[in-house]
């Protein structure tokens, strides 16, 4: 009989699905409304209820900030009954706030799941970030590689011109310069207001969204979640700090971050075997958002394990009572 203290992924990921999805349904009465944050906490609220439901004994890497700063879902909280393996947890209870409160598209609660001491314990700093889909040649573009060499790097890999070439960058005005350097090449340009671990999981799928790259910098947290659904899905990726300030390095030594300028590979940060879910709260090019009906309220999720490789989409309807 398999110790039960042992990561069952198989056995937890039904689990980690039901946790995105409480989020998405409580994120999803606020669709709109314009208060990000009262979005915020339903999701924060809801997942973390369905989080305490799991034999699981949890604690929180990536979270919504340091204790003081976060009622709920902070980085260090213990989450579970308790009873089960030891486990990290990086989360994003709604990755697309002001989207959620505008309508917009690519609205996702996102979570992930390891072994303890897997999930890198990033700070609540800015990271530089580099994703490509799977297929390509180890390495085959890299953080030292200047925009436009990115570009042609990628294109000979996939024996394409730069043009048929997509560049998935934030909207920012720090990327100003790198959107000018890309267009440069001839490559074409999806900008997207918030959401950048969804960018990046675009890579994994280029053959629907059309996305073969993204760059620029986003939140070091993201990029940890970003990299545990590559791991599934195949597809490579680094990431690298930044810093902006004193504070923000105290951050880092306080995560256990000796090299300030370390280059993190996709491995890198999720060493172990991870388990991914992601629910759509509104509609956007990797999952439906949640649809009300007069009787019930139906979500898409996509469940990822990286031991398998598999990913499973589902709907989830939902009576209401």
């Given at each position: 009989?398999?110790?039960?203290?042992?990561?069952?992924?198989?056995?937890?990921?039904?689990?980690?699905?039901?946790?995105?999805?409480?989020?998405?349904?409580?994120?999803?009465?606020?669709?709109g409304r314009g208060d990000e944050k009262a979005a915020d906490q339903a999701a924060v609220n809801?997942?973390?209820?369905?989080?305490?439901?799991?034999?699981?004994?949890?604690v929180v890497v990536i979270g919504e900030g340091e204790?003081?700063?976060?009622?709920?879902?902070?980085?260090?909280?213990?989450?579970?009954?308790?009873?089960?393996?030891?486990?990290?947890?990086?989360?994003?209870?709604?990755?697309?706030?002001?989207?959620?409160?505008?309508?917009?598209?690519?609205?996702?609660?996102?979570?992930?799941?390891?072994?303890?001491?897997?999930?890198?314990?990033?700070?609540?700093?800015?990271?530089?970030?580099?994703?490509?889909?799977?297929?390509?040649?180890?390495?085959?573009?890299?953080?030292?590689?200047?925009?436009?060499?990115?570009?042609?790097?990628l294109a000979k890999a996939k024996n394409c011109a730069p043009g048929d070439i997509t560049v998935c960058i934030l909207e920012r005005p720090r990327h100003e310069e790198m959107v000018a350097e890309v267009r440069s090449t001839g490559a074409a340009i999806r900008l997207i207001t918030d959401g950048d671990v969804?960018?990046?999981?675009?890579?994994?799928?280029?053959?629907?969204?059309?996305?073969?790259?993204?760059?620029?910098?986003?939140?070091?947290?993201?990029?940890?979640?970003?990299?545990?659904?590559?791991?599934?899905?195949?597809?490579?990726?680094?990431?690298?700090?930044?810093?902006?300030?004193?504070d923000e390095r105290g951050r880092a030594a306080k995560a256990g971050i000796k090299d300030l300028n370390r280059v993190y590979s996709r491995d890198e940060m999720v060493t172990g075997e991870v388990i991914f879910a992601a629910t759509g709260v509104t509609n956007g090019s990797i999952l439906r958002g949640v649809r009300r009906e007069p009787h019930f309220i139906e979500t898409e999720t996509i469940l990822m394990r990286s031991k398998t490789g598999s990913v499973r989409r589902m709907l989830y309807r939902n009576p209401v009572r």
């Amino acid at each position: 009989m398999a110790d039960v203290k042992e990561f069952q992924d198989r056995m937890l990921s039904l689990g980690l699905a039901r946790v995105s999805e409480a989020a998405a349904h409580a994120s999803a009465r606020l669709i709109g409304r314009g208060d990000e944050k009262a979005a915020d906490q339903a999701a924060v609220n809801a997942m973390r209820e369905q989080l305490n439901l799991l034999d699981i004994k949890g604690v929180v890497v990536i979270g919504e900030g340091e204790r003081d700063e976060a009622p709920m879902l902070y980085i260090g909280e213990k989450v579970g009954t308790g009873n089960g393996p030891d486990v990290d947890i990086a989360l994003d209870p709604l990755e697309g706030t002001t989207l959620t409160a505008k309508d917009m598209p690519n609205a996702l609660t996102v979570i992930a799941m390891a072994p303890r001491g897997t999930l890198l314990h990033a700070p609540d700093v800015y990271m530089d970030k580099l994703a490509v889909g799977p297929g390509l040649p180890k390495n085959v573009v890299s953080l030292e590689m200047t925009p436009s060499e990115r570009i042609r790097a990628l294109a000979k890999a996939k024996n394409c011109a730069p043009g048929d070439i997509t560049v998935c960058i934030l909207e920012r005005p720090r990327h100003e310069e790198m959107v000018a350097e890309v267009r440069s090449t001839g490559a074409a340009i999806r900008l997207i207001t918030d959401g950048d671990v969804a960018g990046v999981i675009h890579c994994a799928e280029s053959e629907i969204t059309g996305i073969d790259m993204y760059m620029g910098s986003g939140g070091a947290p993201e990029g940890v979640l970003a990299a545990s659904a590559l791991k599934c899905m195949g597809g490579q990726m680094w990431g690298r700090l930044l810093f902006r300030n004193d504070d923000e390095r105290g951050r880092a030594a306080k995560a256990g971050i000796k090299d300030l300028n370390r280059v993190y590979s996709r491995d890198e940060m999720v060493t172990g075997e991870v388990i991914f879910a992601a629910t759509g709260v509104t509609n956007g090019s990797i999952l439906r958002g949640v649809r009300r009906e007069p009787h019930f309220i139906e979500t898409e999720t996509i469940l990822m394990r990286s031991k398998t490789g598999s990913v499973r989409r589902m709907l989830y309807r939902n009576p209401v009572r």
